[in-house]
């Protein structure tokens, strides 16, 4: 590892102010990521700013229908909070199947989404939900979020605070483990609103999380596991590699999307797998 | 994880052989405070940093460490030619393989950083020396190397086609040897009466055997005494210091200890001699300083000898009724870059031995290619070339009952050996000197409830999964080994194992012993047989291993030999303190030696009621005032050189079920049901143990592991735990273990078998098997490991139309296994 100095800013604005000052500068939050990165020496930032000491970037609370997660909430915190339980217990159950226990106690959701790694399973939950991403300057779409292989629409020295969750009224999260790394190989979040808009949100199967058009329309037609069985899914985009090829990751999303689809319509299926 | 046999501890005396004590070693394990390599801090030491080429095969044209040399920290930086002006030597093979021909092997000189030429990932090209890791890291970034890169092969079938790129310009062809053994004539003529040949061909994947703690070496030179001190995670500390000094650095022996304390798992990877072993003691005389070096788990898989990596042909002769009438075997198998310590025996005399396995199969013929390939070198790994045996004999048998319609259990059973023709001669050479192989066999087919299969897997389909189940029957030879056995197969070391057993004089016995533990619980069942057979208290015995200082000899810990042959060293220099314990006693006791007779820790002379404990009798040999020094001298320490006369055979079935969802290839193990014979079980507990991580390491090849180099680069693909799938605790079932004691190994005082390997050479065959059998019933006869879930799915995808879906009283999401699934409804 190299060397590198070390602030802890109290507020988001003054964070994003640090690394605005230091080019090189990289904001921490779990580390989950960023640290494996610095030790194999593929990251070498001048400056970390921990975001752990920001009080106003944790928590959970809701308003109004809608769940809003603190960036600097970390993975156990989501997975055991009473609040996301309640308002959209899928979601924890998301949260508690991310990594290990030791990620899962230090990895945040704001550094997750922020990091877009194409596999990870928040981005799915941010996309599938419709959720919004808050930043001291704006808000962002999950739409217009994340665009590329560790690539979102945050600008340079931009940070996530908050991520705002429209509680849907049933929504699952399925992975398929990558069998070595347990990262999704395919993962597929599926939600109906409440006003009968579907949305399919895949991470681990390109370069980053996407929506699936025709998989939403069957599943807005008809909410049923059988309604995207058949449905084929363009390999074009998608990824090959040793643990799965294309056409392997494109059999898997009909599937997945069809379990999910039956995990969330099963009033009693809350805390199975 | 796992069920406890109900079986009846066989043990008697308290903390004695066959009882599960718990293990002495764990206290400090658990909490932290083991003592490995790592750990040390030695003033004045400095760190070392190897850099690797990153070339699969290059030569190097030029090498220019001066800015590194001047680098902030840095002590020096030694690269191949400073090598060779030392006139220092190569790293040697143990094992002289001979070809059919008569001639002996191709050895390649193996020098621990590269001279001219790198030939494969991670070869050793520069070793930076300097006071912080870090500065170390830096300045390998400032060696400027120029390589002018050359064609690489990394498959072993491709390295003996004919325009393959030459690995060593002295190993022609990529050969290093081709070897032979069994009768090739009677095997032909086998086969020219045979009803029905089978024929196989199977990929017995490349893994890395990674041990949880990275192998670390400390070395230290004392040039008032000119003298070296190597701490190393090694299974045989007296291996390293013999092939380090003889063949390596021409030291003589006395001047060198190695020192291997606590080691975090080895399972062969650590039984070699490595270059950063030479490297490191040669660095600390070049440049005065103690040095340290631990692999980072990158270098784990760039440097630590991979396993395994077979290419195999196999052919079965059957009878009409399914008797074996003969077994032929083709393997190429992949040597790697360079010769490792024991790589050449691994395919040779580790495994084609135990191709008869279980059976009576009178004649055989195997043929191994050993080749040379731009990748790690490759070497031992938990069971060793008999895993490899096993899988493509119970494959093979798997196969020929599908083709000839009859069971598999029933098969195996028809050809088992039967414990009355015990001693059994196989054609291949091992002799097995006990075994009731029918009776693991039934055990493990009863537990596992076989007749009951076919209601199960009707079962399986309803719920939309392919069920199946795998039968392996293993046999190994352990024990390692008759030192003759080794000389005449080409071994370069002996076979035997040292124990002495030295009473201090407050009647305390400090065991000396020259295997090695690293995990296996070796401080806990010495002093289990100690305590058994003197009746010195439990606690009163402490074992001391890893140590060439302390210890006179010994060949460590591989090849399951620890219980058969250093507990058996143990024993004998057991029965000598009690012999001279008789004729001290009886000149205190004032009676004739034969009528000393030696029970519980006491002597006592028939016909008085005069009694010594044998407390009482190691005061009298440390204060020999009241002793017969005209006829011994004072003291109590015995030791033992004992060499077995056999092989051990610990043998027995290994049955897998599991589900696979079509729908994704997922393999879901269900149930692992085992039955061994490992003769007598010195502690029930830690032999469950060795059995629950031996099976799933051979569950780990067969579902997740497997190397992955890119065969036009020769980089290695697989070079993190992000893409090599190591074997986890919820990938694995509950596993149930039994055994029996009713064979008894006949030629060791203890009459144990050894256990170490044996879940490992049974488990990845009968998970294949297992695969193989649930997805034969939609036409998908082979698969090679890992039977990974794309594999599988690719596999089945040819037999789409037949895969079962689940009736729509099923769930969707009935069993997941690797799916995880989180929902909210309301």
Known sequence: MHMFEYLQPRTAIEAEALLLANEEARAISGGMSLLPAMKLRLAAPSHLIDLSGIEEMRGTSVDDNVLTIGAMTRHAEVARSSVVRQAIPGLAALASGIGDRQVRNRGTIGGSIANSDPAACYPASVLGLGATVMTPRRRIAADDFFVGVFETALEPGELVTHIAFPIPERSAYVKFQQPASRFALVGVLVSRSRDGTVRVAVTGASSHVFRVPSLEQALAAEFTPGAVENIAIDTEELNSDIHGDADYRAHLIPVLTARAVDLASKPDAVGKI | ?826
């Open chain 2, 1 to 826: 994880m796992g069920t406890m046999t109900s079986k009846r501890e066989s043990g008697t005396v308290p903390n004695g052989i066959g009882r599960s004590v718990k293990r002495t070693e764990d206290a400090r394990f658990l909490l932290g405070k083991g003592r490995y390599t790592d750990d040390l801090r030695i003033p004045g030491q400095a760190y070392i940093y190897v850099v690797r080429s990153p070339h699969a095969h290059a030569n190097i044209t030029s090498l220019d460490a001066s800015e590194a040399k001047s680098a902030s920290g840095v002590v020096d930086v030694l690269i191949g030619s400073d090598y060779l002006d030392d006139g220092l030597g190569t790293l040697p093979c143990i094992w002289q393989v001979r070809n059919k021909n008569g001639s002996v092997m191709a050895e390649p000189a193996r020098y621990p950083v590269a001279v001219d030429r790198v030939r494969y990932v991670g070869d050793a090209v520069a070793v930076v020396i300097a006071e912080t890791l870090d500065q170390a890291k830096d300045a390998a970034d400032l060696i400027v190397v120029e390589y002018e890169p050359l064609a690489a092969v990394v498959a072993g079938p491709d390295a003996i086609m004919p325009q393959a790129p030459i690995v060593h310009n002295d190993a022609p062809g990529n050969l290093c040897f081709d070897w032979e053994i069994g009768n090739r004539a009677a095997t032909e003529d086998a086969f020219s009466r045979a009803h029905h040949i089978t024929r196989l061909d199977v990929i017995n994947s490349r893994i890395v055997p990674n041990p949880m703690e990275p192998r670390s070496v400390v070395a230290i030179y004392d040039d008032i005494a000119d003298e070296y001190t190597l701490h190393t995670s090694t299974q045989n500390p007296h291996l390293v210091r013999s092939l380090l000094c003889k063949s390596v650095l021409r030291i003589p022996e006395h001047k060198v200890r190695v020192v291997s304390a606590d080691v975090g798992g080895g399972f062969g990877v650590k039984c070699h001699l490595y270059p950063e072993e030479v490297l490191l003691t040669w660095a600390a005389r070049r440049c005065g300083r103690p040095v340290r070096w631990t692999a980072d788990r990158s270098e784990t898989f760039l440097s630590d000898a991979h396993a395994r990596d077979h290419v195999t042909h196999g052919e079965l002769a059957l009878d009409s009724d399914g008797t074996f009438l003969g077994l032929r075997v083709s393997t190429v198998a992949n040597l790697g870059a360079y010769l490792s310590t024991w790589s050449a025996s691994i395919p040779t005399y580790a495994s084609a031995p135990n191709l008869a396995g279980q059976y009576t199969t009178p004649a055989i013929y195997a043929e191994v290619k050993g080749v040379f390939t731009n990748t790690v070198p490759v070497d031992a790994y938990r069971g060793a070339g008999r895993p490899e045996a096993n899988y493509i004999v119970e494959r093979l048998i798997d196969a020929a009952a599908r083709e000839m319609g009859l069971d598999r259990v029933e098969i195996r059973r028809r050809n088992l050996v039967p414990s009355a023709a015990m001693p059994y001669a196989t054609p291949l050479g091992p002799v097995y000197d006990s075994g009731d192989f029918r009776k693991c066999l039934d055990m493990a087919a009863g537990n596992a409830d076989y007749e009951g299969l076919a209601e199960r897997k009707q079962d399986a389909l309803r719920r939309g999964k392919l069920l199946g189940l795998g039968v392996s029957c293993y046999i190994e030879a352990c024990g390692v080994s008759p030192s003759r056995a080794n000389g005449i197969s080409g071994g370069r070391i002996g076979g035997f194992e040292m124990a002495e057993i030295r009473f201090n004089p407050d009647g305390s016995a400090t065991v000396f012993s020259g295997t090695h533990s690293h995990g296996q619980g070796h401080e806990t069942v010495f002093a289990q047989i100690v305590t058994d057979k003197l009746g010195v208290p439990f606690e009163s015995v402490m074992l001391v291993q890893g140590d060439t200082a302390r210890i006179a000899f010994g060949h460590g810990t591989v090849g399951s030999r620890s219980a058969a042959v250093g507990g058996s060293a143990i024993v004998v220099a057991g029965e000598r303190i009690v012999a001279k314990g008789k004729r001290i006693a009886a000149h205190i006791m004032e009676v004739d030696v034969e009528d000393v007779h030696f029970e519980d820790g006491e002597f006592r002379s028939r016909g008085t009621n005069k009694v010594m404990t044998i407390a009482e009798i190691a005061h009298a040999a440390y204060l020999p005032i009241n002793y017969p020094l005209d006829q011994m001298d004072p003291g109590l320490d015995e030791i033992c050189f004992y060499d077995p006369t056999n092989f051990t055979f610990p043998n027995g079935t290994q049955i897998c079920e599991l589900e696979i969802d079509p729908q994704t290839g997922h393999v879901e193990l269900k149930r692992f049901v085992v039955a061994d014979d490992f003769g007598r079980i010195l502690n029930p507990m830690i032999v469950h143990g060795q059995v629950h991580g031996g099976i799933a390491q051979g569950v780990g090849q067969a579902l997740l592991e497997t190397v992955v180099y890119d065969a036009d680069s020769g980089q290695l693909l697989t070079g993190s735990f992000m893409d090599y799938a190591m074997p986890r605790s919820c990938d694995l079932p509950s596993f149930e273990v039994s055994y029996h004691e009713d064979s008894p190994c006949t030629h060791n005082p203890l009459g144990v078998k050894g256990c170490g390997e044996a879940g490992t050479i049974g488990a990845a065959t009968a998970v294949m098997n297992a695969v193989l059998d649930a997805m034969s019933s939609v036409g998908v006869d082979h698969m090679d490991m890992p039977a990974s879930p794309s594999r599988v799915w690719r596999a089945l995808r040819a037999a789409t139309s037949k895969l079962p879906r689940p009736t729509a009283s099923a769930s969707a999401t009935a069993g997941n296994g690797n799916q995880v699934g989180n929902a909210h409804g309301e």
